[in-house]
């Protein structure tokens, strides 16, 4: 990949959207991860509005500690960039105990996990409608379009996706290129949904690397008869999240009335 090409492009594909739909800048929540600070390093290098909003809702302490140097990094190089934390812990721990007793805490793990990235969309939004900015999203192509590793309507709620047709693997090439923090580049990735330490490889089951080769060979209509081993069981993994989450990667589906009951 020309690295330095792919950046540029990517930088003039934001400033000309945002000038396009007379937009003052960007807005984007910066978690500590390399998606999001290789996507609010992009968008700072246009020359725009950059606005950081940190949104921690009982987050572990490095993932803040992260997007807090991050975040000091990009100010201290581009002066186009601002930040904003918002401490959405309470907001989120109001919800939930407005929301009726469930007898196994367990059973709402997920839903709650859903529910801080879609409190995170909301505030998002609330600070691009207050300053005519747009939602940067920080997806990239295997989250996006391979395994639907996304909330939907929560990160995935955005206006629009700069790094989504770069693999993992690109994003840090990315990242490596514009010198993003070293402990960002050295953090495994996560989602950040759960208040404790598991990794996105942890909850799917394989790395990015894996996951990536995986969409590749289903790309080239390969089956799961044609692989044995590991090969066999990431491949398997890929096609279950890629079936289990197609809604979230295709259009929300209307029920169209025919013409003669109208």
């Known amino acids: 990949m020309q690295t330095e090409k792919v950046i540029a492009h990517i930088v003039e594909w934001l400033k000309d959207y945002a000038t396009n739909a007379k937009c003052n800048g960007f807005v984007i929540g910066v978690s500590g991860g390399i998606d999001s600070a290789v996507t609010s390093t992009l968008c700072a290098k246009t020359g725009l509005d950059l606005l950081c909003i940190e949104m921690p809702i009982h987050q572990g302490e490095n993932q803040v500690t992260r997007a807090d140097k991050h975040i000091n990094w990009l100010m201290e190089h581009f002066p186009n960039v601002k930040r904003q934390p918002v401490n959405l812990t309470p907001v989120f721990d109001s919800l939930v105990a407005s929301l009726p007793k469930v007898e196994n805490e367990e059973d709402r793990f997920m839903s709650l996990a859903n529910t801080r990235a879609r409190l995170r969309m909301t505030t998002l939004y609330y600070f691009a409608a207050l300053k005519g900015y747009l939602v940067a999203g920080t997806g990239n192509k295997v989250e996006d379009f391979g395994i639907g590793f996304y909330t939907k309507y929560g990160d995935g709620g955005v206006d629009l996706s700069p790094i989504a047709d770069l693999v993992k693997t690109e994003v840090y090439e990315l990242g ?30 394989a790395s990015y690397p894996e996951l990536e080769w995986a969409m590749d060979m289903a790309d080239q209509g390969k089956g799961s008869e044609d692989f044995s081993g590991r090969e066999k069981e990431v491949f398997d993994i890929y096609k279950r999240f890629n079936s289990a989450n197609k809604h979230k990667m295709i259009p929300i589906p209307i029920c169209e009335i025919p013409a003669h009951l109208k």
Do not use: C, Y
């Open 176 to 205: 490596k290129t514009m010198g993003v923090n070293q402990d960002i580049m050295d953090a495994p990735p996560t989602d950040g949904l759960w208040g404790d330490s598991r990794t996105d490889e942890d909850q799917i089951g």
